[in-house]
């Protein structure tokens, strides 16, 4: 699963028959690598997309990442493995692969030892999830998704859209 070294995507990742909903309910993408470059014009669409980098994470030059998942509806008034990568009101929040499962294992009945064994449960708060132990920078780029989950001790954003904008539940369905 983890990959020594640097890896680059630029084209798309999508699912070829858009019209076979279950394939698209449980897509995924996922990438564990040292440093991870999302760029060129390149689209990436799953249910599911998740990054974990020991290095540095770009998003940038008019990427896009968009869930399949349109809406995500949170029926609950406290959502007990609501996934936080560090300590709530951490100054100073240092990301290791350790801390990481550390806190994973905190908010989960499931006991981890492998980055990639988060996914699963990380997934089911977040549609799209991006990680680094060092940063993430995201630069002329979108990410539409019911639930987007950053975690690195920098994240800088530029000409940026998060867009989780009437994703969550519909109207009178919710728990506001």
Do not use: W
């Not at 030059?61 to 300590?87: R, W």
């Not at 009101?89 to 294992?105: C, D, H, V």
């Amino acid at each position: 699963m983890f990959t020594k070294g640097s890896v680059a995507i630029y084209g798309n990742i999508t699912l070829a028959n858009e019209d076979n909903e279950r394939a698209l309910k449980n897509s995924k993408v996922y990438f564990e690598t040292d440093t991870l470059m999302l760029s060129g014009n390149t689209t990436i669409q799953a249910a599911s997309i998740f990054a974990y980098t020991t290095g540095q994470l770009h998003v940038q030059d008019g990427i896009t990442l968009e869930s399949y998942t349109k809406q995500s509806c949170a029926t609950l008034s406290a959502t007990p493995n609501m996934f936080s990568c560090v300590p709530m009101k951490s100054l100073r929040p240092t990301i290791t692969q350790e801390s990481f499962l550390r806190a994973y294992n905190h908010n989960h009945e499931e006991k981890v030892s492998q980055i990639y064994e988060t996914f699963a449960g990380i997934s089911e708060s977040f549609n799209v999830y991006l990680a680094s132990e060092t940063g993430i920078y995201m630069n002329d780029s979108t990410i539409h998704a019911p639930k987007i989950g950053l975690c690195a001790p920098n994240i800088d954003t530029y000409n940026t859209v998060l867009n989780a904008a009437r994703k969550g539940c519909p109207s009178g369905s919710g728990i506001g």
